[in-house]
């Protein structure tokens, strides 16, 4: 059974080659870029022609015109900071060689930051639906987070996909400052309004949540700054919702 890889691009040259070179092993990769200025399509262009630029739209709708461009049934959506293991790439090639009898696969991802493999704090496992059949659902979400979303039944899979999201500490940040006020607008295209407890309260809930209750301790110091980081991007996130308000009042 053929398999397509599909990704989505912008500004990736630091990761590109990597995430390209783990996905060789597809009968096509698929790229949409949302323009970017970097070497990203230049380095993409030996691996792959089935390279198509289009307008920043937001990731469901990126990833879902990236599968109408696949011509196999079957796709692989890996993002461009993500590379497959080779253990993921065998289980990958073993089931679609058995004509699986479900929509899809999830599978575990295992993010590197700050020098280590993040095995805590709510970031591993972090099973996502990566491997599916595109005739038998769709990519939904909001502005931040999207879900592959389908009735059929999925199986699971126990090889890693790879993450390698954050260069360093400032990239962090400003992921951070940058996802927070995509959060924000979808709080109030949502009907959420400010308050101060709710401010307060859920930025410390945050940190309780992924330092104590998911483990982020036992990661040391990195668990501790992403625990950190997390509460201050919840705290960002209703910070600038009271802005947006005030903006219109």
């Known amino acids: 059974m053929k398999l397509s890889a599909a990704i989505i691009t912008y500004n990736e040259e630091i990761n590109v080659v990597r995430c390209l070179k783990s996905v060789s092993f597809c009968d096509e990769i698929v790229i949409v870029d949302s323009g970017s200025s970097d070497k990203t399509l230049e380095l993409a262009r030996g691996f792959t022609d089935k390279i198509y630029c289009r307008k920043w739209e937001g990731y469901a709708s990126q990833k879902n015109y990236a599968l109408s461009l696949c011509a196999n049934e079957w796709v692989l959506s890996v993002d461009a900071?993500?590379?497959?293991?080779?253990?993921?790439?065998?289980?990958?090639?073993?089931?679609?060689?058995?004509?699986?009898?479900?929509?899809?696969?999830?599978?575990?991802?295992?993010?590197?930051?700050?020098?280590?493999?993040?095995?805590?704090?709510?970031?591993?496992?972090?099973?996502?639906?990566?491997?599916?059949?595109?005739?038998?659902?769709?990519?939904?979400?909001?502005?931040?987070?999207?879900?592959?979303?389908?009735?059929g039944e999925f199986g699971a899979l126990n090889g890693h996909l790879l993450h390698y999201s954050f260069r360093n500490l400032a990239d962090q940040v400003e992921r951070n400052n940058h996802y927070s006020s995509l959060a924000a607008v979808a709080l109030k295209r949502e009907g959420h309004h400010f308050s101060y407890p709710k401010l307060l309260i859920k930025s410390t809930v945050k940190f309780f949540e992924t330092y104590v209750v998911k483990r982020g301790f036992l990661d040391g110091y990195p668990g501790l700054i992403i625990s950190v980081s997390a509460a201050y991007s919840v705290f960002l996130k209703w910070a600038k919702l009271w802005e947006l308000e005030k903006s219109e009042g």
């Open 81 to 151: 900071d993500e590379e497959v293991s080779q253990e993921l790439r065998d289980e990958v090639l073993s089931v679609l060689q058995c004509q699986p009898g479900v929509a899809g696969f999830s599978c575990p991802r295992r993010t590197m930051h700050l020098g280590r493999w993040i095995r805590h704090g709510g970031w591993y496992p972090n099973r996502l639906v990566r491997l599916f059949n595109k005739n038998q659902g769709r990519w939904v979400g909001g502005e931040v987070h999207e879900y592959w979303e389908s009735n």
